[in-house]
């Protein structure tokens, strides 16, 4: 089927069960599926894997999930603005598998891309690599579940010597993005910051759900600047433009800072 067009949000996740694992784009609050999530919200599913760079904030992005209840494990790189995200953790009620931001963009990649795991410098020395990182805690405090030791081996990449670290990659039930504009095949392009995440994501999930702010007939987007093609994509939803984006915190450059007059602010 090569239109993969859904007519809303809901249809396109309502197939989406309990204790799904879905890996979700976003950095920060840009590029953060919000229509998507808010219709997983509705569908009332729980005990939800996800594994996202962070968990968005208190009242968005996937943070409207973990206030609900409905996210049991979150994989990400840290916990970022969301204080619920903190309280979860630190109380017991939310596993959490810490994991550097670059290993984690690796992981997603190489679970879309077909590679079972992979050798990194990044964690050796640490307990990334040691084991021990806290992963679930007790109502009293204490650490009831921690990270294992990973395999370690010596390697000499371009004849520099080194320890490096085995990465197992991340492969999920489902994928949740957002992009700037995608056609009918689900051929998509991001914008900015978005991109950092989303593709990676996108490819980790065997279903792939994309909403997108405008949606184009194929063959109106440039091949060449299409960030990731619709052989990953299984579902597009046309969002708008006018969705809300939330800025998580907001910058304003003092005068003479910069050459450039416009405040910068980071948004989907």
């Known amino acids: 089927m090569l239109d993969k067009t859904y007519e809303s949000a809901n249809a396109a996740v309502a197939d989406i069960p309990e204790s799904a694992s879905i890996a979700v784009g976003g950095f920060g609050l840009s590029g953060n599926p919000n229509v998507l999530i808010q219709a997983l919200l509705e569908t009332g599913v729980g005990d939800l894997k996800v ?18 209840g409905r996210i049991s494990k979150m994989t990400s790189s840290y916990v970022g603005e969301n204080k619920e995200f903190a309280r979860r953790y630190l109380s017991g009620e939310l596993e959490l598998e810490l994991t550097p931001q670059g290993t984690l963009a690796e992981k997603l990649r190489a679970g879309g891309a077909g590679i079972a795991a992979f050798y990194t410098r990044t964690g050796v020395g640490t307990q990334v690599a040691d084991g021990g990182l806290p992963q679930r805690y007790g109502p009293d405090g204490a650490i009831v579940q921690a990270s294992v030791p990973k395999d370690q081996r010596d390697f000499a990449p371009g004849g520099e010597p080194g320890t490096f670290v085995l990465e197992e990659a991340i492969v999920t ?22 991109r950092q995440f989303s593709p990676v994501a996108a490819m980790a ?44 915190k907001l910058t304003v450059q003092s005068a003479g800072a910069a050459s450039n007059d416009a405040p910068f602010a980071k948004e989907g």
Do not use: M
Request: hydrophobic residues 40%; proline residues 6%; negative net charge.
């Open 51 to 68: 594994v996202s760079n962070n968990c968005g904030t208190d009242d968005h992005g996937l943070g409207i999930l973990l206030r609900s």
């Open 173 to 194: 039930d489902y994928a949740l993005v957002h992009a700037a504009y995608g056609d009918r095949h689900g051929n998509l392009v991001f914008n900015k910051a978005a």
């Open 205 to 248: 999930g065997r279903i792939c759900i994309a909403q997108v702010e405008h949606l184009v007939e194929p063959g109106e987007l440039d091949p060449d600047a299409i960030h990731l093609p619709g052989v990953f994509v299984h579902r597009v939803v046309e969002v708008g433009p006018d969705i809300e984006k939330p800025i998580e």
